[in-house]
């Protein structure tokens, strides 16, 4: 249960940073609301990656708390869980630091990959803790 509220937190951290980035980076732009859509916007790729954020998050937090709510976590179980966390930084970072969201940054395709790899492990985990 430890990884699995660990993780937990470590996600919400990561919506909670975002979420303060783009309040830092709106304050800076002078932007109240609304973003531009050029893809290569500062403003724009935070609240994008503050936005993908806490579209997955949420699911694989709740994910992580069921599976882990037996006994004793499989090996497998708990490194899915710690490497799908990570993959959700590389993914915010690969969006943050590309130079515009049209181009795939590799930091972000990995951080997709491992998103979706580990969210449906995690998913198969937790039928099976049912």
């Known amino acids: 249960m430890e990884t699995a509220v660990v993780c937990s ?11 303060f980035m783009v309040s830092i980076t709106r304050g800076q732009t002078g932007t109240s609301a609304g973003t531009d ?4 916007d500062r403003l724009h790729k935070m609240v994008r990656a503050h936005g993908n954020a806490a579209e997955y998050a949420p699911m694989l937090a709740l994910l992580m708390l069921i599976v882990a709510r037996g006994d004793e ?7 899915t869980m710690i490497l ?3 993959c959700r930084y ?13 181009n795939a ?11 979706y790899l580990g969210g449906v ?10």
């Open 121 to 130: 492990i995690l998913c198969i985990a937790a039928f099976m803790a049912g």
């Open 73 to 79: 976590l499989a090996g497998w179980v708990m490194w």
């Open 84 to 86: 799908v966390t990570a």
């Open 9 to 19: 937190g470590l996600l919400g951290l990561l919506i909670f940073g975002l979420g």
């Open 37 to 40: 859509a050029d893809p290569a």
């Open 90 to 102: 590389l993914h915010a970072l690969g969006m943050i630091m590309s130079a515009s969201l049209d």
């Open 105 to 115: 940054h590799p930091l972000r395709a990995v951080g997709a990959l491992g998103t």
